[in-house]
Every structure is written in structure tokens, then in C-alpha cells.
């Protein structure tokens, strides 16, 4: 029995790693919105952290991780860039840690949610939302914490006429962040309550 488990983690897990590494090889992962990238890649952790809990989630956050790291080394993603150049150290801690926690959280807000979710379907949805939400939530946050007197900082503070960091944070994130959990939500809740419910679960 517990053979049969383990390679049915290995293959779930496998599986997301393979979604997410083809999402980034194909520009799928994340579309470029200013300084920002919009992050699709929290659906399939959403979906992974939802359907095998928070190591999961955390191994997917950290895979996407390593794809922002080498984004932020070869110059793929100008604001980590100029953050590397600045501190390698604490850009790992942004793009690596800051996302295995997304992934470990997202597994669980859904334990969490599911022992108390009456219908044991809206917790699904709200997992699914609440991920890119949290994901949003741990990296501007550590950018507000370590890099936010950076002249990069500074420049879009006054460009967008920012009175405080968390004024900052949603001028810049705005309408992209709305877009993300609502694409969360509907497709990262909608495709683990469905797959869920086909593996009996």
C-alpha cells in the first residue's frame, strides 16, 4: 500500500515539475506587465499544494523558485536583475524561499479550510485564490523589506506617486494582482476540485 502511494506522489509530483518547467520553457509561465511579470505558474502549484498537501506545494514553489532565479541572474527579469546585482543572497531568499513558502501555505490554507468548508468544494476555489494572493503577498513584501530605499525602488515610488510602502504595493501590483487570483480561483480550484472528485478523494 504504501509502495503504491509513494509512486503515486512521485508521479503526481513529477507530473506539476514537468507542467511548470514546459509553462516556462514556452512563455507560458508568466507574461510581462511593466516591471512585473503576471505569474500563471500558481495555478499548477495551487493545484498541487490542493491535491497532495503542503510538501507539494512547497517542492512546486520551489521549482518555480529556481525558474525566477535564473530569470533574475540572466537579465529574463529586469527588476530581480538589477536585485541580484545588489544582493545575490537575499534575491535567492526572494525568488526561491519566498515561493516555497507560497506552496507549503497554499497546502495549508486548503487543510485549513477543508475541516471547516461545510460543502468541502468552496475551499477548493478559495485555495485557489487565496495562493497567488499569498504569493503576491511574501514577494513584494520582502522587496518592501530589503530593497525598498534601492534607487529601482525609488524611481517607481515617485513614478507612481506612492505615499508608503504598502501604497506601493498595490499601484504596482494593481489590476495584474486582481487577475491572478481571479485566474487562480476560477482554473487552479476549478481543475483540483475536478481532479479531486475524479480520484475519489
Sequence with gaps: MNKKLDARFLTETALLVAIILVMKLTGLSSIPVGPLNMTLTMVPIAIGAILSGPLVGC????????????DAISGGSVMTAFFFQISPVHT????????????????????????????????YFVTGLLTPMLNTFLFMGYIVLVFYKTDYIQDRVAMLGATNPFMFIVLLVGIQGLVEALTGAVIGGGVAKAVAKALGR
Design 59 to 70: 517542492i512546486l514553489g520551489t521549482v518555480y523558485g529556481f525558474t525566477s532565479l535564473y
Design 92 to 123: 535567492f531568499i526572494l525568488c526561491v524561499v519566498m515561493r516555497s513558502l507560497v506552496g507549503a501555505g497554499a497546502g495549508w490554507i486548503f487543510r485549513s479550510l477543508h475541516k471547516i468548508d461545510p460543502t468541502k468544494s468552496i475551499c
